[in-house]
């Protein structure tokens, strides 16, 4: 390898490497935040999975820990104010500080809008908008007082289009771009930056969803995303990263849409 080529590989190794950071992932003891926890982990960083789901939780923590991954796995239900606090205390009590924070516990219930009962509604608001505003801000308390961090929201394609069936999950994602964008504004000078990014259609089933493909839902859906399928999860390491990474480090308050295409359709 050519001189020129090792000077490369380093350069690309500092801006888009994750080594040694410390990343807290709620929702990860399965479907994309464990996905992503295993990525983050094989890239060398240091990974705290949580999940309101003890028994998952711990399944998770030795899969990751049998592939190398220097992970901690900390309970918590990001619906209460307090176990969120306890998660972000946990983080740094297990290693010294919090570099990254991906908010992305999620349900969803899909029915015609005027059929949501009131418990239906806030739990999916609880879980969806309320846990990424507690886990923001306690990660935020953190960064601030250590100098920086990233923030990486998961939102949907839902939250800026109208598709039938989504009425309340459409509306909490809503409300987690326009919260990303409002405290991205606000910790800008202090090195924290909040972004949130948007997939499509992914070959995961949040809960709630039903798996079942042929379904009117379900080909409506791959109707209007213009590469015909759903995401793997694989294809959202990359985006995830790089927000996590130095590359981004003059990116904050900004919606990454990652949908084969969906919303510019």
């Not at 950071?21 to 295993?38: E, Q, T, Y």
């Not at 960083?45 to 049998?66: F, G, I, M």
């Not at 924070?101 to 219930?109: R, W």
């Not at 998961?154 to 309340?168: D, E, H, K």
């Amino acid at each position: 390898m050519s001189d020129q080529n090792v000077r490369l590989t380093i350069s690309i190794d500092r801006l888009f490497g994750v080594y040694g950071k410390v990343v807290c992932i709620s929702g990860s003891s399965r479907g994309l935040g464990k996905s992503l926890a295993g990525c983050f982990g094989q890239l060398g960083a240091k990974v705290v999975l949580s999940s309101h789901n003890a028994e998952e939780l711990r399944q998770a923590e030795a899969e990751l820990a049998d592939k190398g991954a220097d992970v901690a796995a900390i309970h918590a239900n990001v619906r209460s104010h307090g176990d969120c606090k306890a998660l972000v205390n946990g983080v740094i009590d297990h290693f010294g500080r919090i570099d990254v924070m991906i908010c992305n516990a999620g349900i969803d219930i899909i029915r015609p809008a005027q059929t949501y009962d009131e418990l239906e509604w806030d739990d999916i608001v609880d879980v969806n908008l309320r846990g990424y505003y507690y886990c923001a801000k306690f990660a935020a308390q953190a960064m601030l007082s250590q100098g920086g961090g990233s923030i990486i929201m998961t939102s949907s394609v839902a939250s800026s289009l109208g598709i039938p069936g989504l009425a309340v999950y459409a509306a909490s994602k809503g409300g987690i771009n326009q919260l990303a964008r409002t405290m991205a504004v606000e910790w800008a000078t202090s090195g924290v930056r909040v972004n949130a990014i948007a997939p499509g259609y992914i070959n995961n089933f949040m809960h709630g969803v039903h798996p079942d493909l042929d379904t009117p839902y379900q080909r409506r859906a791959m109707a209007r995303t213009p590469m015909g399928r759903r995401g793997e999860l694989s294809e959202y390491f990359g985006p995830y990263v790089f927000l996590a990474s130095q590359a981004a480090s003059f990116i904050t308050g900004e919606i990454l849409y990652v949908d084969g295409g969906y919303a510019a359709s």
